[in-house]
């Protein structure tokens, strides 16, 4: 497709077929550009993958790079957040641009040092406990795609159901 979304989301290196898979669920319903860069830890034909968000799979924008490196460059210019447990400000803390990139790494080792040591100011955490190492990386997403949505007042997203509700008495 690659319409110039308003978000964007973006996965360095994923590998867990079903996380990608919801993450592209969830774009569909957002309308959130989903940006994948390679290596990934799966085939985009998995059936995990499709099984997740194969029913939306045709009304995703999305885009794929062959390395960090790649989609570094042609994104140069664009305003990024990078999410990350080492974040120094919780997610809900920004004021998110207009068009913006929401950056999360592979689930096994989060976004390289370097990559966050360049942008520590664009650096973004989603509050929780200590005990713990991190959240899902879809559930994750879905955070940080609607606290830039809600922002925004859901722009363009129905916020009234279509749907009637049957109560029985």
Known sequence: MNIKSDINIALIEPEIPQNTGNISRTCAATGAALHLVRPLGFEVDDRKLKRAGLDYWDKLDITYYENLSEFLRINAGEEMFFF??????????????????????RETKGLPEELLAANYDRLARI?????L????LSNSVAIAVYEA???RDYAELVTVSPYQLTIDN
Not at 85 to 98: L, N, W
Request: no cysteine.
């Open 84 to 105: 990350t447990t080492k974040g120094p400000r919780a997610h809900s803390e920004i004021v998110y641009p207009k068009r913006v990139f929401l950056v999360f790494g």
């Open 127 to 131: 509050p929780m406990r200590d005990s």
């Open 133 to 136: 190492r991190s959240l899902n």
């Open 149 to 151: 949505l809600r922002q």
